[in-house]
């Protein structure tokens, strides 16, 4: 069964930097697949889960508005890897930050979607 297991968050001054990682195991990839994502949500207390930033096939990135400029993705399609660097952060940051990914195969119609347990990043003063 396919796990992703998220690491590298923390508490971290406003206007600090944190790098989150995320590692993909148990992937079968031998028949390839029709769309694949890699990428980051964050939930914070009392709301709903958003998306940050995501990957398709490791190359067009998207990230929501509220982190342009500030967070940067990258993957790893082969080693079914995801990073975000988290640069001036801002108390409104502050959340349980989630990789996910998303497969469709061949066989598919809709796609799976896979998740991490999360990893904490709390930005305060």
């Known amino acids: 069964q396919v796990q992703l297991v998220e690491s590298g968050g923390g508490l971290v001054q406003p206007g600090g930097s944190l790098a989150l990682s995320c590692a993909a195991s148990?992937?079968?990839?031998?028949?390839?697949?029709?769309?694949?994502?890699m990428g980051w949500y964050r939930q914070a207390p009392g709301k709903q889960r958003e998306l940050v930033a995501r990957?398709?096939?490791?190359?067009?990135?998207e990230y929501a508005d509220s982190v342009k400029g500030r967070f940067t993705i990258a993957g790893d399609t082969i080693k079914n890897t995801v990073s975000l660097q988290m640069n001036s952060l801002k108390p409104e940051d502050t959340a349980v930050y989630y990789c996910?990914?998303?497969?469709?195969?061949?066989?598919?119609?809709?796609?799976?979607?896979?998740w991490g347990e999360g990893t904490l990043v709390t930005v305060s003063s």
């Open positions: 148990g992937v079968d990839s031998s028949s390839g697949f029709s769309n694949y994502f």
């Open positions: 996910n990914m998303h497969i469709r195969r061949w066989s598919e119609v809709a796609g799976t979607n896979y």
């Open positions: 990957l398709k096939r490791g190359r067009d990135t």
